[in-house]
């Protein structure tokens, strides 16, 4: 159960501003103390200062952004017109504002690097490129991945995101302010897969030219035992086709076709992306960024479109259609992934 609104605001939100300030003031200690511990780690493992520094930059960034959203908020009239367009438009250029300081982090802390395989435009495409809505369908990988995403549609494809999240993300009050006034959605715990596909359906209905609905299809992050409940829940419900395309994969859970289809549906106009990514798959876990973490981190990607008078009407059609682009995108990870390179 997620406290209510004015709590978020009223203490979320001032608690870290208080946490910034005190991480500024306190940098050093926690450089040394991290160090000092990171020593009884063999050399690739010493990678916490890294970590104390991004964490700084992070809430230094939360802070600014909260801040800005306070003074959007008091210039509309004291949250009276933040309904209107222009101010939707300054709130998603904030985000890119954050995203692309969060991203220019990551590149000096982490060494990040995203290598991006653009596939040349088919006929028509340049022209129809900010004239049709898109809906993205992307794997579930990695920290950040949903950063990475949202950064390069806003900055580099000239994007608008519309993205469905868990509720619990409202716990983080810059996304809380920043995503609950630009059009989005926010899923509690336990509403279940229609209470999602309802959220998505909505979010797609009402999508122009240049918006971008991010979804993804897994649910959730890669895991062993997750592609073996997944195919076990496939072959309870009958779904043999589903589930022997299921046993297939290697890198990715088998996709819920329910939210792409219901997107697709509400918004038949609408092109669609799948988007491949790899090189932070093997971290999931606090523990994975402590001794996992790379000198260098660089993530590949790709993407490929297919206009909206190419995606099947058909049910059983978009089921099979879903899962081979599904099986493309494990394809590509298999042929591009990299262990994370050892720190020296």
């Known amino acids: 159960m997620l406290p209510p609104r ?22 050093p200690v926690w450089l040394l103390v991290v160090a000092a511990a990171s020593l009884r780690l063999p050399p690739p493992q010493r990678r916490g200062t890294r970590l104390v520094w991004f964490a700084v930059a992070w809430l230094t960034l939360e802070t600014m952004a909260l801040l800005a959203c306070f ?20 709130h998603y250029a904030l ?11 990551a590149e000096r802390i982490f060494g990040l690097r995203v290598l991006m395989e653009v596939p ?22 990695g920290p950040g991945d949903s950063v990475l995403l949202v950064h390069h549609l806003l900055s580099v494809y000239g994007r608008r995101p519309r993205i469905v999240m868990k509720a619990a993300l409202r716990l983080d009050p810059s996304l809380d302010v920043l995503t609950g006034r630009v059009p989005s959605a926010f899923v509690p715990r336990g509403s279940g897969a229609g209470g999602v596909v309802a959220e998505i359906r909505r979010l797609a209905a009402g999508m122009d030219p240049d918006d971008a609905l991010v979804i993804f299809p897994e649910g959730g992050n890669f895991t062993p035992r997750r592609r073996a ?6 072959e309870n419900k009958g779904l043999a086709e589903e ?23 509400a918004c038949p106009a609408a092109d669609v992306v799948f988007v491949a990514h790899t090189g932070l798959d093997d971290l999931v876990t606090l523990g994975d960024l402590w001794t996992k973490l790379p000198t260098h981190a660089e993530v590949r990607a790709t993407w490929w479109r297919v206009d909206a008078d190419d995606v099947p009407r058909d049910r059983e059609e978009q089921v099979r259609w879903l899962y081979d682009n599904w099986a493309r995108i494990d394809a590509w990870i298999t042929a591009n992934h990299r262990a994370p390179a050892a720190e020296s």
């Open 71 to 90: 003074g959007i908020w008091v210039v509309s009239g004291f949250g009276g017109r933040l309904s209107r367009d222009e101010y939707e438009d300054r």
């Open 6 to 27: 004015i709590v978020r605001r009223l203490v979320l939100a001032p608690l870290v501003v208080v946490l910034a300030v005190a991480a500024l003031v306190t940098l």
């Open 120 to 141: 040349p435009p088919t006929p028509g495409e340049l022209s129809r490129r900010l004239t049709r809505p898109v809906i993205v369908l992307a794997r579930h990988a």
């Open 95 to 105: 985000i890119k504002w954050f995203l692309g300081r969060v991203y220019g982090a």
């Open 229 to 234: 409940r997944a195919i076990r829940r496939l």
């Open 243 to 265: 589930a022997a395309g299921a046993r297939r994969l290697t890198h990715l859970l088998p996709p819920h076709p329910g939210g792409a289809f219901a997107a697709i549906d």
